[in-house]
C-alpha cells in the first residue's frame, strides 16, 4: 500500500506570509481525496509541499513512511506527478 502523509506541516514564502501552519494529515492508495479551499488558501503549496517541489518551513511530509526529502526525484515520480496551472502549450494563438 502506497501512503503519503505530512506532520506539523508549515510553509511561508516570505517570514510574515505563512500559508500553511502547523498541518497534519494523511492519504492511502485505494482512495480517492478532494483538496478544496477558497483562492489563495494553501492548497497548490500543500501539494508542492508533498510533491518535494517547496521546503517546508517546518514539520515532514512523508512517502510510504519515508521523509520525502530523502526520496529521489526518480522514485518520486513513480507515486507522485504534478502539473502546473495555466501551461501554454505554444499553440494558444488560432
Known sequence: MISL???????????DLMVLKDISSSFDSHKIYTLLGLN?????????????LLKPTQ??????GQDIETVSYIDRSKYISYVRQGVSTGDDHY
Request: hydrophobic content about 35%; charged content about 15%.
Open 40 to 52: 489563495g488558501s494553501g492548497k497548490t503549496t500543500l501539494i508542492k509541499c508533498l510533491a518535494g
Open 59 to 64: 514539520g515532514y511530509a512523508y512517502l510510504n
Open 5 to 15: 502523509s505530512f506532520e506539523n506541516l508549515s510553509f511561508a514564502y516570505h517570514k
